[in-house]
């Protein structure tokens, strides 16, 4: 009877032992060594790589794969990352300042509080990334795709985000002043409360997209497809409408 209470207990603990060793394995993989920011350089390659605080500043590593790594709090200032694969990866707190990152895939990745001024991010696939809070002012966005990406309270001030894809984007609060949105798609984005002022929306798609208390003073809407959208609370000042007729409403 003894025998049997005490396999139960043991079993339990079996149990808890092989939970502890499979998160012990995904540990291993994230663990910090420091060979790893070698292994980037030499390699060009760090999967799953812990890169915290790793100074990368000016750098070559274009093409490098960084799927899944770890980059919080790290230098990529004036880094050349074209066409690299940072799919998933973690880089909050980043500093970017004047990288190239042209054709990147950085899919899914969180970059929040990022200082990405004046990044080159052209052609690249940012769908499902979270930028939340990250300057990207004077930013080289031509082309790039930011499908579901959370870019709220983002500054992205006179930054190029022309043919860009922002369909479904959460643009909520940003700070978009001056930026050139020409040809963009904005389908159903959320830009409500956001500072369009100055911006260029020529022939952009705006269809259903939320425009509520956002600032278009200034901003032109030329050729730009705007139906369903919500421009309630909206300030139109010296706005260029879609038919090319300005709106001074809110003067």
């Known amino acids: 009877m003894a025998a049997k209470s005490l396999s139960r207990i043991r079993a339990p603990l079996r149990v808890q ?50 799927k899944w790594a770890r980059l919080n709090s790290s230098n990529l200032a004036a880094t050349n990352l074209a066409g690299a694969n940072l799919y998933g990866a973690f880089a909050n707190h980043v500093t970017l300042t004047g990288a190239n990152l042209a054709g990147a895939d950085l899919r899914g990745v969180t970059m929040k509080w990022g200082n990405l001024r004046q990044i080159n991010l052209s052609d690249s696939d940012l769908t499902d ?23 709220m309270r983002v500054k992205l001030e006179d930054a190029n985000l022309s043919q860009s894809n922002l369909a479904h984007t959460n643009l909520m609060e ?41 600032d278009l003073s200034g901003a032109n809407l030329l050729g730009a497809n705007i139906s369903g959208a919500n421009l309630s609370g909206a300030i139109l000042c010296k706005t260029v409408m879609p038919d090319g007729v300005q709106n001074d409403s809110s003067c």
């Open 17 to 66: 032992w092989l939970f502890l060793l499979a998160m012990g394995a995904t540990w291993v993989a994230y663990a910090f060594s420091p060979a790893d920011a070698g292994k980037a350089l030499k390699a060009n390659a760090c999967i799953k790589c812990d890169l915290t605080r790793v100074d990368f500043h000016d750098k070559h590593l274009a093409g490098v794969n960084l």
């Open 174 to 214: 940003a700070s978009l002043r001056g930026a050139n949105l020409t040809g963009a798609n904005l389908t159903r984005a959320n830009l409500g409360g956001a500072n369009l002022a100055l911006a260029r929306f020529t022939n952009s798609v705006l269809t259903g997209a939320m425009l509520w208390s956002a």
């Open 129 to 151: 990334a979270d930028l939340f809070l990250s300057n990207l002012s004077g930013a080289d966005l031509r082309r790039v795709t930011l499908i579901r990406a959370n870019l």
